[in-house]
């Protein structure tokens, strides 16, 4: 203990400051403390957090179609180390980064030393052939899947971490919602400049590369603070955040024999992948490329959620169940689960059903199909896996004739009462933080309580990645040498999933969940006189029916109080959990058009702007409409100069160069403005479908 006070006392007394790398005196580090490994293996950690980051620059305006190699400009690695920054450290060339940073591991005692980069995938491209040179190709790796690496050992004891997978969102985002004192130095850096190694930097630059990594090394502090760990002890993912407290809960629980009772052999978990859908998005047909006036939206309140604690699930292992009738299996739906493989002929949406649920995508084999936006209406043929309440839609939505293929059933439960009591203390903890000053808190209990879903539609086994360094052929036909480890699937599904004593959540669980919440989307769809867009948990639309919503949700507290959970109050406010929800002005828009899903655009009456949700466009591309609504159809395209969205071509090179102005050059990435052009879905005038008996307030343009 005396010794931690006397480290912590020196390491608070050292001054702050950004130096060239090679003026800081690195045998300071050597004060810096370690803690014993909790892996497998017996070495030893450096108890200090250390971000680093690029920056790069073309060599020179690209021609149109070209891509331009790319090297670094400048790059900053930042330590911090008993709730104080250290020292910020400099450089351009890439070669001296790695020189430093080989000088801070030779000076610290331990064994490891972790280095975050906020967007690692990035930096590594740049960096891959430094890294090779001085210190050999990786000993260990973990992708999550091409050019994605989200850790790299190498045989020295550093250890590359990307931080953006585990906070899910921008540096600038980041900083500003945990609060910390260093924020993003946003504008200081023009991005356009062509740069050369051997240049001064700016007072501006010189600001802007320092809070890169200054304000990424106290967002790390504050998620250990948060999550009462160190820094080695982060999770990977955010979904990992609230897994580890999950697991714990449920150990202490005997969730592992539950698990073990139910969890199916691989060839239904195979059934099941093909069953798992995810949220419903799509527009009406009808009214694609439409002004509309005065449309409301309603969103579901924490919907996944909801339906974890009010609904049932399979609770036993599936066992095969010879049928021929799907009436049987509507009638016993509300106990039993069901994966069925059907096969449908003669397939044909029926009259006056604006939003059609088969799913194109999610079909095995089919024949002469007319699809809406990748949504069947009429198909010859068509074999799909199915729960029971996807079978209920779809037999409320089309006339068919069938054949069940195959059909396996389970009796339906609520979940665990420790996983629901779990997930209702995470929302619980949300809501009671949703007004607290400390805005860090209410983003992770956010963060914790969303990802209560995730962890359970996790594959149960991820594809292995191995990333090959063996330049040649490959390298020639510029792969990005990745490629899948060949194994055994059934092997593997086995000892990493039913095997693994980590493993306590079933995957069907989380299938159910999207099924039940495609559900609740159509019944509230249902409510609308005209239904004219939805995406996941929000029905956008006019003629809402406000006693059908209000039963609606009273049902849904209902439900919520059988199963034994209440309203969350904090201070006099109620927050209800999957109610469809509906904020005056907020969630009104005096004008709408969609051009199909994720392709949507309103005037928000709170601000009176244009407000897009365009897939692949951010948000900012709305300025491209110029405040007319006009402007958002068919074949407008979104400059990505404007809106700020870059296409990522990879760069490889065989070995390191010095170009003819000094630079020293690697393999790269070329980030271009990537333009977006709009598109709207053809819509479908079939024989024997109505798609157009509708008496919806259009106005043409």
Same mark, same amino acid.
């Given at each position: 203990m005396k010794k931690d006070l006397q480290r912590y006392r020196y390491i608070n007394s050292i001054e702050y400051r950004m130096?060239?790398?090679?003026?800081?005196?690195?045998?300071?580090?050597?004060?810096?403390?370690?803690?014993?490994?909790?892996?497998?293996?017996?070495?030893?950690?450096?108890?200090?957090?250390?971000?680093?980051?690029?920056?790069?620059?073309?060599?020179?305006?690209?021609?149109?179609?070209?891509?331009?190699?790319?090297?670094?400009?400048?790059?900053?690695i930042s330590l911090h180390a008993e709730r104080h920054n250290i020292v910020t450290l400099y450089g351009s060339k890439p070669s001296d980064m790695i020189r430093c940073l080989t000088w801070i591991q030779d000076n610290l005692e331990g064994d490891e030393t972790l280095i975050f980069f906020h967007n690692l995938s990035y930096d590594w491209q740049f960096l891959r052939l430094f890294c090779f040179k001085h210190w050999g190709i990786p000993v260990k790796q973990l992708n999550t899947k091409s050019h994605y690496p989200v850790r790299i050992q190498f045989e020295n004891g550093l250890i590359f971490r990307d931080s953006l997978i585990m906070a899910q969102r921008k540096l600038e985002k980041w900083a500003s919602d945990l609060c910390v004192d260093h924020q993003k130095a946003v504008g200081k850096w023009d991005y356009?400049?062509?740069?050369?190694?051997?240049?001064?930097?700016?007072?501006?630059?010189?600001?802007?590369?320092e809070y890169d990594t200054l304000a990424g090394v106290e967002c790390l502090q504050v998620m250990c603070d948060k999550l009462d760990c160190r820094i080695f002890e982060l999770?990977?993912?955010?979904?990992?955040?609230?897994?580890?407290?999950?697991?714990?809960?449920?150990?202490?629980?005997?969730?592992?024999?539950?698990?073990k009772s139910i969890v199916p052999p691989y060839y239904i978990q195979e059934m099941l992948e093909k069953v798992f859908h995810g949220g419903y998005t799509h527009a009406n047909r009808s009214v694609i490329g439409y002004r509309l006036k005065d449309v409301d939206c309603y969103d579901f309140v924490s919907s996944y959620l909801y339906?974890?604690?009010?609904?049932?699930?399979?609770?036993?292992?599936?066992?095969?169940?010879?049928i021929d009738d799907i009436n049987h299996i509507l009638d016993t739906a509300d106990d039993h689960a069901y994966i069925i493989k059907l096969a449908m002929h003669n397939v044909e949406l029926k009259k006056d059903v604006p939003m059609p649920v088969l799913q194109f995508s999610k079909t095995l084999k089919r024949l002469n199909t007319v699809c809406d936006n990748g949504r069947i209406l009429k198909a010859e043929y068509l074999e799909i896996y199915l729960t029971e309440i996807d079978l209920k839609l779809i037999v409320e939505q089309y006339k068919f004739d069938y054949r069940i293929e195959l059909c396996y059933t389970a009796i339906k439960d609520y979940l665990p009462r420790w996983f629901t009591d779990f997930i209702y203390s995470k929302f619980e903890a949300k809501c009671r933080l949703k007004h607290n000053p400390d805005k860090a808190l209410y983003s992770l209990a956010k963060g914790n309580a969303n990802s209560c879903y995730g962890m359970t539609v996790q594959r149960p086994v991820d594809d292995d990645i191995d990333e090959i360094y063996d330049y040649g052929?490959?390298?020639?036909?510029?792969? @990005? $040498?990745? &490629?899948?480890? %060949?194994?055994?699937?059934?092997?593997?599904?086995?000892?990493? !999933?039913?095997?693994?004593?980590?493993?306590?959540?079933?995957?069907?669980?989380?299938?159910?969940?999207? @099924? $039940?919440? &495609?559900?609740? %989307?159509?019944?509230?769809?249902?409510?609308?006189?005209?239904? !004219?867009?939805?995406?996941?948990d929000s029905v956008y639309g006019s003629g809402a029916h406000l006693d059908e919503i209000k039963a609606y949700n009273d049902h849904c507290i209902k439900a919520l109080h059988d199963n034994g959970y209440e309203p969350v109050e904090v201070n006099g406010e109620y927050f209800y959990l999957g109610i469809a929800e509906h904020k005056p002005l907020e969630d009104e828009y005096s004008e709408f058009k969609t051009m199909g899903a994720k392709r949507y655009c309103g005037r928000c009456k709170a601000d009176n702007e244009l407000h897009i949700t365009v897939a692949g466009v951010p948000k900012k591309g709305a300025a491209e409409l110029h405040n007319k609504l006009r402007n958002f159809r068919k074949g407008k395209v979104f400059h990505g100069t404007v809106t700020g969205k870059l296409t990522h071509q990879y760069i490889y090179e065989s070995v390191?160069?010095?170009?003819?102005?000094?630079?020293?050059?690697?393999?790269?990435?070329?980030?271009?403005?990537?333009?977006?052009?709009?598109?709207?879905t053809e819509r479908m005038l079939l024989d024997g479908v109505d798609t157009e008996e509708y008496s919806y307030q259009i106005y043409e343009e």
């Open positions: 130096l060239y790398f090679d003026q800081f005196d690195y045998s300071i580090l050597g004060e810096i403390g370690y803690k014993k490994s909790r892996s497998k293996h017996t070495g030893t950690i450096n108890n200090i957090i250390i971000m680093a980051d690029t920056e790069t620059s073309k060599k020179h305006k690209s021609k149109e179609g070209e891509y331009n190699a790319n090297h670094v400009v400048a790059w900053t356009d400049k062509f740069r050369n190694q051997d240049e001064p930097f700016t007072a501006n630059e010189l600001e802007y590369i999770p990977y993912t955010a979904t990992g955040i609230v897994r580890r407290e999950c697991i714990a809960s449920g150990k202490k629980n005997n969730a592992r024999r539950t698990f339906v974890m604690l009010a609904c049932k699930f399979p609770m036993e292992k599936f066992g095969e169940l010879p052929e490959m390298m020639e036909e510029g792969h @990005a $040498y990745i &490629m899948q480890a %060949v194994e055994d699937p059934e092997e593997r599904y086995q000892q990493k !999933y039913v095997d693994n004593m980590n493993k306590i959540l079933p995957y069907q669980w989380g299938v159910w969940v999207t @099924a $039940y919440a &495609m559900e609740n %989307v159509h019944k509230l769809g249902s409510m609308f006189d005209h239904w !004219y867009y939805s995406d996941t390191i160069y010095i170009d003819e102005h000094g630079n020293e050059t690697g393999d790269s990435i070329d980030l271009t403005p990537c333009d977006y052009k709009l598109d709207d």
